[in-house]
């Protein structure tokens, strides 16, 4: 179970990492540029980007409200439970 938890851990720390680069890159932001916008250390910001660090409650919410200047309700409107057409199971 323990093994599980882990591997669920990972999975959404990694979408999580990967909603934070998408709409860093469509919004033509440097990594520089988030860091210093949320008021979290370039180091940090790098380290989250490469999926090396994990990142905090504190650093998330700096991150969404004054670098990307949403909501947090915008932020997780993404579906991050969605699959792909392809890829759901039809339930019987």
Do not use: C, H, W
Not at 38 to 44: F, K, Q
Not at 76 to 81: A, H, K, L, P, Q
């Amino acid at each position: 179970m323990k093994s599980e938890l882990k591997d669920i851990e990972k999975e959404y720390l990694g979408k999580l990492i990967d909603r934070i680069v998408n709409l860093r890159k469509a919004a033509k932001m440097s990594q520089e540029k988030l860091a210093i916008e949320s008021e979290v250390a370039r180091s940090l910001m790098r380290g989250y980007e490469r999926k090396e660090r994990n990142i905090s409650f504190a650093n998330l919410v700096r991150i969404i409200k004054f670098g990307f200047k949403m909501t947090i309700e915008e932020f997780f409107s993404e579906g991050f439970d969605s699959l792909p057409e392809k890829k759901r199971k039809k339930k019987i």
